[in-house]
Every structure is written in structure tokens, then in C-alpha cells.
């Protein structure tokens, strides 16, 4: 069975300086693997994915990841965060004919 | 303008009363979810389809009902067996299962009164 694990719950950046959303997941064959970010009482809106290929992904809004095979990670960084940032995000894991799994979101609050 | 759409937004339902929610999508997509979103317990699967005709049961399915008649439309049936129904109910849609990105509605919330 496949799984994702957010291990924090929140995370709290300062306006400007760099973040970090960590994500690692556990799957068996080759993982797809996605970001998505959810605003207050919204679905879910996609950031990036990985799939095959260069280990870092660029994505939406300035946002990239990148993908660790041995450590079987795939954490969300900007490299300048802004108030508008703050939302809920969720890391996300598939593989070949599955459905997705989601990890239990981080919180990101970006204080000016 | 291509998209998923949910409805309705709010949802309010009476104690023993079996409610609908709507998903429909206009992406010519197979593949279409219902995900529970509770606080601290991120997105549960409840049902999927892969195609017309065709679904399974998530991780979560025990007093919800679903059909697939049309490709374009899954409804889920909340019913009285669902003892706890006050979420947020999220409807997706991919191409098809594996390794494509889904697609999300604005979602349902619904609130037992």
C-alpha cells in the first residue's frame, strides 16, 4: 500500500525568507508524485508533479520540489515566501493505474 | 469554460435524512474521485471510477453511495448509515487513474442539523 507523511502539521516563515514543506512517501514500482495548495473553504489546486526526469521541479507561483530517491522524500520549497502563501498544502503520491493517496497537509503561515 | 463543478456549496442535513451531492465535469476525463476532508485529517477516499459504469470503494465508503451513468457526473449519496457526515466533500477528476494530476471542485460542505 502506497502512503505520503507530512511531518509537520505547520510551518512558520517570516515574509521573504526561504521555505521548506517536507514530504515523504513510501510506494511500490516507480512514484508520481504531486503538490497541490488549498485556500480557506476551496478544493484543491495543483502546484507541480514529478514524474520522471530531473529531480527538481519547477512549478506554479515560484514554487519547486525535489525528489530524493534514496531518501524518499520530495519537499516543497520557494525561495522567497510571501504573506500570500499561507495556505494549506498537501503532498500527494500515485503509481502506474492508481488512484492518488494524500498526506494530512501542513499548514504554511507567512508572517509579514 | 472547462472545469469541475460542485453542488451546492453549503449542504444542510436533518438527522435520518439521505442527501445528494453533485459532481460534474466537462474535461472528458475517465477518472473521478469523492475525497472526506475533516481538520488534522487531510483528504480520505471515499469512492472512485475509472470509467462509466464502473467504481470502487476507498478507504472510507461505509454509508456513502455513488453512480456512474454518465461520464461526466458522479454523484454521491450521503445516507442515514453515515453517522457521521459534517465534513467538507471534495469531487476530482483526472484522465485516468495513475500518475496524472487530478482536478478539483470547489467542494461541499456539508453540516448535519
Known amino acids: 500500500a502506497q502512503s505520503v507523511a507530512q511531518p509537520e502539521d505547520q510551518v512558520n516563515v517570516a515574509e521573504g525568507n526561504p521555505l521548506t514543506v517536507k514530504c515523504t512517501y513510501s510506494?511500490?514500482?516507480?512514484?508520481?508524485l504531486f503538490w497541490y495548495v488549498q485556500y480557506p473553504n476551496r478544493g484543491l489546486q495543483f502546484l507541480l508533479k514529478?514524474?520522471?526526469?530531473?529531480?527538481l521541479v519547477k512549478g506554479s507561483y515560484g514554487f519547486e520540489a525535489e525528489f530524493n530517491k534514496s531518501q524518499t522524500s520530495f519537499h516543497l520549497k520557494k525561495p522567497s515566501a510571501l504573506v500570500s502563501d499561507s495556505a494549506l498544502y498537501f503532498c500527494?503520491?500515485?503509481?502506474?493505474?492508481?488512484?492518488?493517496?494524500f498526506g494530512t497537509g501542513t499548514r504554511l503561515a507567512v508572517r509579514p | 469554460d472547462g472545469g469541475i463543478t460542485q453542488s451546492p456549496k453549503y449542504l444542510f442535513r436533518k438527522e435520518g435524512q439521505n442527501v445528494t451531492l453533485s459532481c460534474e465535469q466537462n474535461?472528458?476525463?475517465?477518472?473521478m474521485y469523492w475525497y472526506r476532508q475533516d481538520p488534522g485529517q487531510g483528504l480520505r477516499l471515499i469512492y472512485y471510477?475509472?470509467?462509466?459504469?464502473?467504481?470502487q470503494k476507498g478507504d472510507i465508503a461505509e454509508g456513502y453511495s455513488v453512480s456512474r451513468e454518465k461520464k461526466e457526473s458522479f454523484p454521491l449519496t450521503v445516507t442515514s448509515a453515515q453517522k457521521n457526515p459534517t465534513a467538507f466533500y471534495l469531487c476530482?477528476?483526472?484522465?485516468?487513474?495513475?500518475?496524472?494530476?487530478?482536478?478539483f471542485g470547489q467542494g461541499t460542505r456539508l453540516t448535519v442539523v
Open positions: 476530482a477528476s483526472s484522465l485516468r487513474t495513475g500518475g496524472l494530476e487530478a482536478f
Open positions: 510506494v511500490s514500482g516507480n512514484p508520481y
Open positions: 514529478y514524474i520522471t526526469g530531473d529531480n
Open positions: 500527494a503520491v500515485g503509481s502506474s493505474g492508481d488512484k492518488l493517496t
Open positions: 474535461l472528458n476525463h475517465d477518472a
Open positions: 471510477s475509472q470509467i462509466v459504469n464502473d467504481f
